[in-house]
């Protein structure tokens, strides 16, 4: 069965990387979340995409240059009239608040680390140690466009899979998620037709698209049994696969 991962929580229809869109998830019947992290200038590791508040927040200035409380103050709200209308504040979490969340569900939870741009000291080392703390080993998955540091990760802890995200063209990259250890590949769903797609999984290799929101492009990975949808419309995915798995 194709599993259905909310993109940042349920992002298409609530703020982004908030609790409010995570709950929104597991309430949709969601298989597992996504989420992005950073780290602040105390070095919490805190849940948003880019690596300044000004796009998700009615905050301005990078996210490295905030304490934890300080980033919590912020409307985490998309800068939407629409959602704001629609959601109270919503602050921003931090992985541990989401992990404390995770406790009362089965979520699996893919999480992407930012550290494509700015770097970010101890960063896989503080995720790692975090993912020990909860017990969560098989539950999390650690992403990244930035290879080296899902290997570092995977050095760290190997108990913990590991799986690369890349938007370009990569050639049979079953052999090159095997090479570094990675059980699964997050491809861009544009670069990923379904020879891509069936060659990686009969060889062992899940496929995770992202970001997969039209129904045409759902339904072509749920006729291949994808290994998972990464989509920000979780609950429209999980209708589609159970009118499909009917």
Known sequence: MTLIFAHRGAAGTYPENTMDAFIAAEKSNADGIELDVQLSKDGEIVVIHDETVNRTTNGKGFVKDYLLKDLQKLNASYQSKSLKTLFKAPHIPSLREVFEWMKTN?????????TGKIEYPLIEEK????????HYEERIII??????????CYRLAPEVEIAPLYSDGLFMPWIYASSIHAKA?????????????????EYGI????????KEKDINRLLKLSCSAIITDFPEEAIQLRNAYTK
């Open 106 to 114: 089965n979520l699996l939870c893919n999480i992407e680390l930012k």
């Open 127 to 134: 995720v790692i140690q975090l993912i020990r703390e909860y």
């Open 143 to 152: 992403s990244s466009f930035n290879h080296y540091s899902i290997i570092h």
């Open 185 to 201: 590949i997050h491809p861009n769903y544009k670069i990923a037709p379904d020879d891509i797609i069936t060659s990686a999984m």
């Open 206 to 213: 899940q496929v995770r698209p992202y970001t997969v929101n």
